[in-house]
T-cell receptor
Framework: GAVVSQHPSWVICKSGTSVKIECRSL??????MFWYRQFPKQSLMLMAT?????????EQGVEKDKFLINHASLTLSTLTVTSAHPEDSSFYIC?????????????FGPGTRLTVT | RKEVEQDPGPFNVPEGATVAFNCTYS??????FFWYRQDCRKEPKLLMS???SGNEDGRFTAQLNRASQYISLLIRDSKLSDSATYLC????????????????FGQGTILTVHP
């Protein structure tokens, strides 16, 4: 099946610093990538939708200037958490959609666990 | 009201038991339904899609009741390896295609199968 990787798998950073998370589709071209956040014992919440070559669209309540998304190619999207604070500590998961398949066929990356101290 | 609601559990069952999970969704225009499985500290993985006529995959049976906006998952002959969080997932509907491909996840139902 399709494979999506994320890097890093976990990161600890100090408050005020920025962290970049990469999401790559390894064996298919991802026309669309989605970024989710999951707090402990809660469900995945969609943060933003990233389309290759265009600006990301953000869900209500997600600050676009804080969570910078770049979908530079059909196999790579990055999420940068700028000026991270402890409340940004969460599990960040990306998913990628293969444009040749149905709209809801998504392949999830293994996630990145961010801890801000 | 949440868009997708599930009983969070936890469900603790012995091996071999049959267990059923329920889920309700609020948007009557939703068209696509799924059950995902998520292991602790891992990404969610698609377990099965849910079709209007109901569908089965081995020990797993999914059913959809559009009139009641209700989805269910039945697991027969539970195995220790079935222990996980089960997520009910529904496609998001929106005007003008703005929600194309977007999914809404329930909070999940925790299942623990014990020897």
């Amino acid at each position: 099946g399709a494979v999506v990787s994320q890097h890093p798998s976990w990161v600890i950073c100090k408050s005020g610093t920025s962290v970049k998370i990469e999401c790559r589709s390894l064996d298919f071209q991802a026309t669309t990538m989605f970024w989710y956040r999951q707090f402990p014992k809660q469900s995945l919440m969609l943060m933003a939708t990233s389309n290759e070559g265009s600006k990301a669209t953000y869900e209500q309540g997600v600050e676009k200037d804080k969570f910078l998304i770049n979908h530079a190619s059909l196999t790579l999207s990055t999420l940068t958490v700028t000026s991270a604070h402890p409340e940004d500590s969460s599990f960040y998961i990306c998913s990628a959609r293969d444009g040749r398949e149905g709209p809801y066929e998504q392949y999830f990356g293994p996630g990145t666990r961010l801890t801000v101290t | 009201r949440k868009e997708v609601e599930q009983d969070p559990g936890p469900f603790n069952v012995p091996e071999g038991a049959t267990v059923a999970f329920n889920c309700t969704y609020s948007n009557s225009a939703s068209q696509s339904f799924f059950w995902y499985r998520q292991d602790c500290r891992k990404e969610p993985k698609l377990l099965m899609s849910v079709y209007s006529s109901g569908n089965e995959d081995g020990r797993f049976t999914a059913q959809l009741n559009r009139a009641s906006q209700y989805i269910s998952l039945l697991i027969r002959d539970s195995k220790l390896s079935d222990s996980a969080t089960y997520l009910c997932v529904v496609n998001r509907q929106g005007a003008g295609g703005t929600s194309y491909g977007k999914l809404t996840f329930g909070q999940g139902t925790i299942l623990t199968v014990h020897p």
